[in-house]
């Protein structure tokens, strides 16, 4: 029993042992143009090689940081407007609004007793019945917050007139449904966004004026979209509106901590090459991660690079004497 002991002693400690990791990584040049392949060049058989091409979001620096990073918030939705009659919309526009001394009271005279400051131009939006999806372009909205502990409030605005049959020659003006998609406000960062409210979060309500009493169809909101809509030919005038939750300015994202790629696992073939383009000019710290683990232990090797990415000005240069031989 003593013997076999020992032999499963020394058995696990051999199965607990690593490798030193044996791995090394070279490259043709530092200087390369934007969207030209980068061939890196590797020796050694790792277990695991992890790619990290020194962009944001994949960086070896943040590995275990949280990327805190400033943002500009914005605004933007999708429009689908479907029903009513095609060249008289009823209504013809969705007007959107905002507020910073609403009551937060969702009540068609707090409504009124707030002071609303109209940009519905800011946005592209139908001018007809029948467009399906139509994205309204981002707006940033940070400068609207003029104290960063007070929030602010949004609104669609919705207005049927009253059915009139001798309207488009005859056609009458229906009912227009409106149907506002991924209502969302972004924390903007360069020419990365994260969401900070989409529809439910932004806390949007539905607020309808006496004049929809007696309808048979009313506006409503899920998760998906806000719908605009009412009986098609309204005996009079119908007024409603959608309007957000607080919405408060969000000066910083946390975008979490970068990853790597993982470009081999224990289970792959050794790997000579691996490449890699940017799409950006800048200076990038590429880092390639070798690893050899067991559930013991890991050794790992790290190589790193200072990469310099540059526009391509369509110069050719034309080779030296000696590449024509």
Known sequence: MLFSAL??????????????VNFDVSVSSEVFKVGEKVVFNMEGSPDFITFWSGEVGSEYAYRNTDRIVETQMSLSFSTTTTAGTKGTPNPASVLV???SDFSGEYTEEALSAATWHDITREFNLPSDTGVSNLFSGELLVSPFFTDPKKPIYF?????VDAFDETA????????????FYSVSFKGITGETF????????????IV???SFDGQASFPDINASRILFRSDFR??????CWAVSGPIYRMDYINNGPDHGVGIKAMADADRTQYSYSWDEPGEYTVTL???NSNVYERKETVKEFKIRIVEDDGVIIPPSPSDWK
């Open 97 to 99: 609004e905002w507020s």
């Open 168 to 179: 488009a020659d005859g056609k009458g003006n229906g009912r227009t449904q409106w149907l």
């Open 155 to 159: 609104r669609f605005y919705y207005k």
């Open 289 to 291: 991660v070798a690893a």
């Open 208 to 210: 309808c004026a006496p």
């Open 234 to 239: 309204p005996t009079h005038d119908l007024e």
């Open 194 to 205: 994260g969401e900070l409210y989409d529809i439910i979060s932004g806390g949007w309500k």
């Open 7 to 20: 032999v499963f002693a020394g058995c696990r400690k051999s199965f607990e042992k690593v490798e030193d």
